[in-house]
């Protein structure tokens, strides 16, 4: 079945980037997501990358994709106290009558002064 | 001018009761669900509706009954609920099947049963 893998845990010092790691299983994944939670809030979309793109840039934000190692990572440059938050991996495939999202354990993002 | 809202936001009750989660959505998607997130902030899906019928069923207990009077509204009704469902449920949605399913998340029901 499908499974998406995250580290739990990462601290990063402020001013630092912030790289988070994701693992995916499923190969027929079409779209790959970040998504960010913060203490008591729902789910934000930060950013999403399409299977055939290798790299996706937002500010400070870089996403980078290796389908063939099935591996996601997100950059966050110049690491600020408001990045602290849980950020989610997840992988969809649409297009199909099981089509759903599926979410990694999420990586908890802490920032150090 | 909420996209997906939840209602409500906290629900404290006892074991045994029946209660009911309501999530709508003003987005104009075809999709919606419910994620169930436990204390260790892990996420998992538990339905997903299409046009008000039901695509996916993730192994959850029968005492969880969804109902979808209409396409912007998913709600989540559990009967005899238990300690182990202590937990943050969310609803979702997005725009259809066939395209991109970025979803658009509530802020989260934080359900205890004492």
């Known amino acids: 079945g499908e499974d998406v893998e995250q580290s739990l845990f990462l601290s990063v010092r402020e001013g630092d980037s912030s790289v988070i790691n994701c693992t995916y299983t499923?190969?027929?994944?079409?779209?790959l997501y970040w998504y960010k939670q913060e203490p008591g809030a729902g789910l934000q979309l930060l950013t999403y990358?399409?299977?055939?793109?290798d790299m996706k840039q937002d500010q400070r934000l870089t996403v980078l994709l290796n389908k063939k190692d099935k591996h996601l990572s997100l950059r966050i440059a110049d690491t600020q106290t408001g990045d602290s938050a849980i950020y989610f991996c997840?992988?969809?495939?649409?297009?199909?009558?099981?089509?759903?999202?599926?979410f990694g354990s999420g990586t908890r993002l802490s920032i150090r002064p | 001018d909420t996209a997906v809202s939840q209602t409500p936001k906290y629900l404290v009750t006892q074991m045994g009761n029946d209660k009911s989660i309501k999530c709508e959505q003003n987005?104009?998607?075809?999709?919606m669900y419910w994620y169930k997130q436990d204390s260790k902030k892990f996420l998992k899906i538990m339905f997903s509706?299409?046009?008000?019928?039901?695509?996916i069923n993730e192994t959850v207990p029968n005492r969880f009954s969804p109902k979808s009077p209409d396409k912007a509204h998913l709600n989540l009704h559990i009967n005899s609920l238990e300690l182990g469902d202590s937990a943050v449920y969310f609803c979702?949605?997005?725009?259809?099947?066939?395209?991109?399913?970025?979803?658009?998340f509530g802020q989260g029901t934080r359900l205890t049963v004492v």
């Open positions: 997840a992988e969809s495939t649409p297009g199909s009558s099981a089509s759903k999202i599926i």
């Open positions: 979702a949605s997005s725009q259809d099947l066939l395209r991109r399913t970025e979803a658009f």
């Open positions: 499923d190969s027929s994944s079409t779209y």
């Open positions: 509706y299409n046009n008000k019928e039901l695509i």
């Open positions: 990358i399409f299977s055939n793109m």
């Open positions: 987005l104009g998607h075809d999709t």
